[in-house]
């Protein structure tokens, strides 16, 4: 092996992960670990000042990788500026897109050096449960790139260290302490069998705070996530109406991209008696857009369990619902 082995640790800025790299780090030494932080662009700014904060309190530097679209992009705007395609959809729609369409989207359709949002205009979606690209395109394939080149470029080995807890969820309850993925490429799961408060013992025993967010909104990770909770939404209200302004612009650039011409990004949530194709699609939009969603959070009243995917309207992301599910350091 030309230069050894390269120790990573995949921070999100939540418990976990930080917990795994204060453990590689009495294991292995600052100098032998390399911290690397996936950004989305949909991130809390309290999650980039924490990553600030740890860097200045352990001397170290985490590597901030952010996934690029633009290549992807162009070629989008070339397959719409060309279509020709012949036929029509499920809903008897023609496939191609019209010329308004195209003229609505091509006027909007650039890289803006955003992941979150580049990836979304690239889709013309938001992301949903059912099609959750997301984690995938901005975490886990960031990161397996990341370990790839370093693999393949420099000759060395990695292990990637990650805060995974079997006591975290049903799907985790398997986890491996080690795993090959690859030749040359090892997962290591030092936290497998540590319980919540072994993590947060583990941070203040070090002199640290955890990411404040716990706090305010009790989870880290996208803000906001697909799968936010009712009480998130009306929490997030409260605290950072920056975010759905973001939201909102977000939702206006997402749906000039896309064909139908609307995006919502709560659309997964499908508010009683409004599935698409059970009321008009403006109705459809206007209750799922951000204003719907705000104005549907705010009021009071029984939860309704299948509009949010959780079992209860249990505050910030406590529930047992849909989560995020990336083991890359995404949200914790
Ligand atoms: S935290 Fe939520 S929005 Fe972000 S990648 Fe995960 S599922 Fe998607």
Not at 43 to 58: G, K, N, Q, R, S
Not at 282 to 294: A, Y
Request: proline share 4%.
């Amino acid at each position: 092996m030309k230069n050894g082995t390269l120790h990573m640790v995949g921070l999100s800025g939540g418990k976990d992960s930080t917990a795994t790299l204060l453990l590689a780090i009495d294991r292995l030494g600052k100098e032998n670990v390399r911290a690397v932080f996936a950004d989305t662009g949909n991130e809390h700014p309290e999650t980039y000042a924490y990553l600030d904060y740890l860097e200045h309190m352990l001397g170290i530097q985490v590597v901030r990788l952010r996934p690029d679209f633009s290549a992807e992009i162009t070629n989008k705007r070339m397959f719409i500026a060309r279509d020709r395609r012949a036929g029509r959809d499920k809903r008897g729609d023609k496939i191609r897109w019209s010329n308004k369409a195209k003229r609505r989207a091509l006027a909007v359709l650039q890289s803006t050096g955003n992941p979150f949002l580049d990836l979304c205009m690239l889709k013309g979606r938001f992301p949903t449960n059912r099609a959750r690209f997301c984690t995938e395109w901005l975490k886990r394939d960031v990161i397996v790139e990341y370990v790839d080149s370093v693999v393949q470029d420099e000759g060395r080995t990695v292990v990637v260290w990650q805060g995974v807890r079997r006591n975290e969820s049903d799907k985790r309850k398997h986890a491996k302490k080690i795993e090959r993925v690859a030749k040359g490429y090892y997962n290591f799961r030092p936290l497998v069998d540590w319980t919540i408060e072994d993590v947060f013992r583990c941070i203040a025993d070090h002199g640290l705070s955890a990411n404040p967010l716990y706090q305010m909104l009790g989870r880290v990770g996208c803000t906001p996530c697909i799968y936010a909770t009712k009480g998130d939404v009306r929490l997030l209200a409260g605290s950072n109406p920056e975010v759905m302004d973001r939201v909102r612009n977000w939702e206006g650039q997402v749906g000039q991209a896309s064909k139908k011409g609307f995006a919502a990004f709560f659309q997964g949530k499908e508010l009683a008696g409004t599935k698409p194709g059970e009321v008009s699609d403006l109705v459809f939009w206007e209750r799922h857009q951000i204003d719907g969603i705000l104005k549907w959070a705010a009021k009071e009243g029984p939860f309704l369990r299948e509009d949010w995917g959780r079992a209860a309207d249990d505050g910030p992301s406590q529930g047992a619902g849909p989560r995020c599910g990336s083991e890359m350091g995404l949200c914790e």
